[in-house]
């Protein structure tokens, strides 16, 4: 329960930092509790897991920011201490049965505890972009996509007609089907898609959008091996990775430059910019299968601590409301990994 009510809490303090944002932005215009229930009836409701990222595992570890982190941010997190991480990774999606080896998203999921009850969470993915501009934008895609009651199908015709007027939607989809299936939570690239600043004590900023790269490098499969490894070999390829100590990323921003998009996270920075990186994440353990300290909570990326700033995108303050909803939902229903 201590540990449900220390979410909550977070919650409440985002909500309380989001509010103009929701006001002046397209979020306040979409009913939270009708986007939540949307995801629900598009990709399945499954009592008491997630919305979106069902099938995770919790993991704990420590990051380590840099000489770089400290000279643009004043973050805490940046001193060069070890700061506890709690961290989820997951398969995009509200099916707890998803597969594995499929070309699908995959998440990582991160809350940097901070000296001075300070929180920091993250919610990155295995794509550069996000699947929508808006969240009028995501309802009326995940609208167009939900199933018919008869057919069990989405509606063809409905489909295309929302994506011809939104082109920007298949963007997401289509660098997934583009791309190898990762070899393991550990071998992919998880870009934060949402702009972020980065001040530091003389109010100099500095922003950018941020990817965390695996310090090894990427690794995927080809479709034949992907087929052979099966619909659920990840849990245990992230423990073995994990208990070899063989798993850790690159926090890298991406500098953005004068007239580079940052309120839209259908768009990435252009190839080329410069990038530094702010530290170090290691992972050094991972929760049995179904528990962890993620099990009561979620991860929302309007938690920031002082020295950094979000973007007046509207996808990133349109996260807080439904994000709390789904929390309260599901731990109404019994909480699940």
Not at 106 to 126: C, D, H, K, Y
Not at 149 to 161: G, H, L, N
Not at 195 to 219: R, Y
Not at 287 to 297: A, F
């Amino acid at each position: 329960m201590k540990s449900i009510q220390s979410h909550l809490k977070y919650f409440l303090l985002a909500l309380i930092g989001t509010t103009t944002l929701l006001s002046t932005h397209a979020a306040a215009n979409v009913d939270p509790n009708q986007m939540v229930s949307q995801f629900e009836a598009t990709g399945g409701k499954f009592e008491g897991y997630r919305r979106s990222g069902a099938k995770g595992i919790c993991a704990t570890g420590e990051f380590t920011g840099s000489a770089e982190g400290r000279k643009i941010s004043n973050s805490s997190a940046f001193s060069g201490k070890k700061i506890p991480m709690i961290v989820r990774f997951s398969v995009g999606g509200g099916n707890p049965n998803a597969a594995d080896n499929a070309k699908t998203q995959r998440n990582m999921a991160l809350q940097f505890t901070l000296p001075n009850n300070e929180v920091w969470q993250m919610g990155n993915i295995s794509v550069p972009v996000f699947g929508s501009a808006t969240p009028e934008q995501l309802l009326g895609r995940l609208q167009s996509l939900q199933p018919d009651p008869a057919t069990k199908a989405a509606d063809p015709v409905k489909v295309k007609a929302f994506a011809d007027a939104n082109p920007e939607v298949l963007i997401h989809g289509k660098f997934l089907a583009s791309q190898p299936v990762p070899a393991s939570y550990a071998t992919v690239n998880y870009w934060g898609v949402h702009g972020f600043s980065f001040a530091n004590a003389k109010k100099e900023k500095v922003s950018g959008k941020w990817v965390f790269e695996p310090a090894d490098g990427t690794q995927t499969l080809t479709d034949e091996e992907a087929k052979l490894k099966g619909p659920n070999f990840l849990f245990d390829d992230l423990r073995q990775r994990v208990a070899a100590g063989k798993v850790s990323f690159n926090f890298n921003l991406e500098i953005a430059q004068a007239g580079d998009i940052l309120d839209n996270a259908t768009v990435p920075l252009p190839a080329g910019r410069k990038k530094i990186t702010l530290g170090a994440l290691k992972i050094t353990s991972i929760s049995s299968d179904g528990s962890g300290p993620c099990l009561s909570m979620t991860f929302d990326p309007n938690i920031m601590p002082k020295g950094v700033e979000g973007s007046a995108d509207p996808m990133l303050g349109a996260r807080t409301v439904p994000y709390a909803i789904s929390l309260g939902r599901r731990v109404v229903e019994g909480a699940k990994q």
